[in-house]
């Protein structure tokens, strides 16, 4: 079965800096459009930033431009999620999940999820 797993969240003071990791096993990496989501208490699960499979196109959520970076590497078959400049309202448990499309922010087009790091921003 695919597998994906995060890792890298954790407590950060705002202004700070997080990358977070998905690392797949059992397939290739970029034959899928890979999102990260989040999900803070009591909210639905919003999409963050997404990389296309092949062409490594990127998309990325408002509240998140220019300061997510979203990128991959395919030798390690792992997306990585440079997140800089914290804020507390960034404060959730972030998801990566795959996609044998192109990327898209609605969660429930994607098939295969990882478990989840919580990221957590606050002085």
């Known amino acids: 079965q695919l597998q994906l797993v995060e890792s890298g969240g954790g407590l950060v003071q705002p202004g700070g800096s997080l990358r977070l990791s998905c690392a797949a096993s059992r397939f290739t990496l970029d034959n899928y459009a890979i999102g990260w989501f989040r999900q803070a208490p009591g909210k639905e699960r919003e999409g963050v930033s997404c990389?296309?499979?092949?062409?490594?196109?990127?998309t990325y959520a408002d509240s998140v431009k220019g300061r997510f970076t979203i990128s991959k590497d395919n030798a390690k078959n792992t997306v990585y999620l440079q997140m800089n400049s914290l804020k507390p309202e960034d404060t959730a448990v972030y998801y990566c999940a795959a996609r044998f499309r192109g990327c898209v922010f609605n969660s429930a087009e994607y098939d295969y999820w990882g478990q989840g790091t919580q990221v957590t921003v606050s002085s």
């Open positions: 990389i296309s499979r092949s062409s490594g196109s990127t």
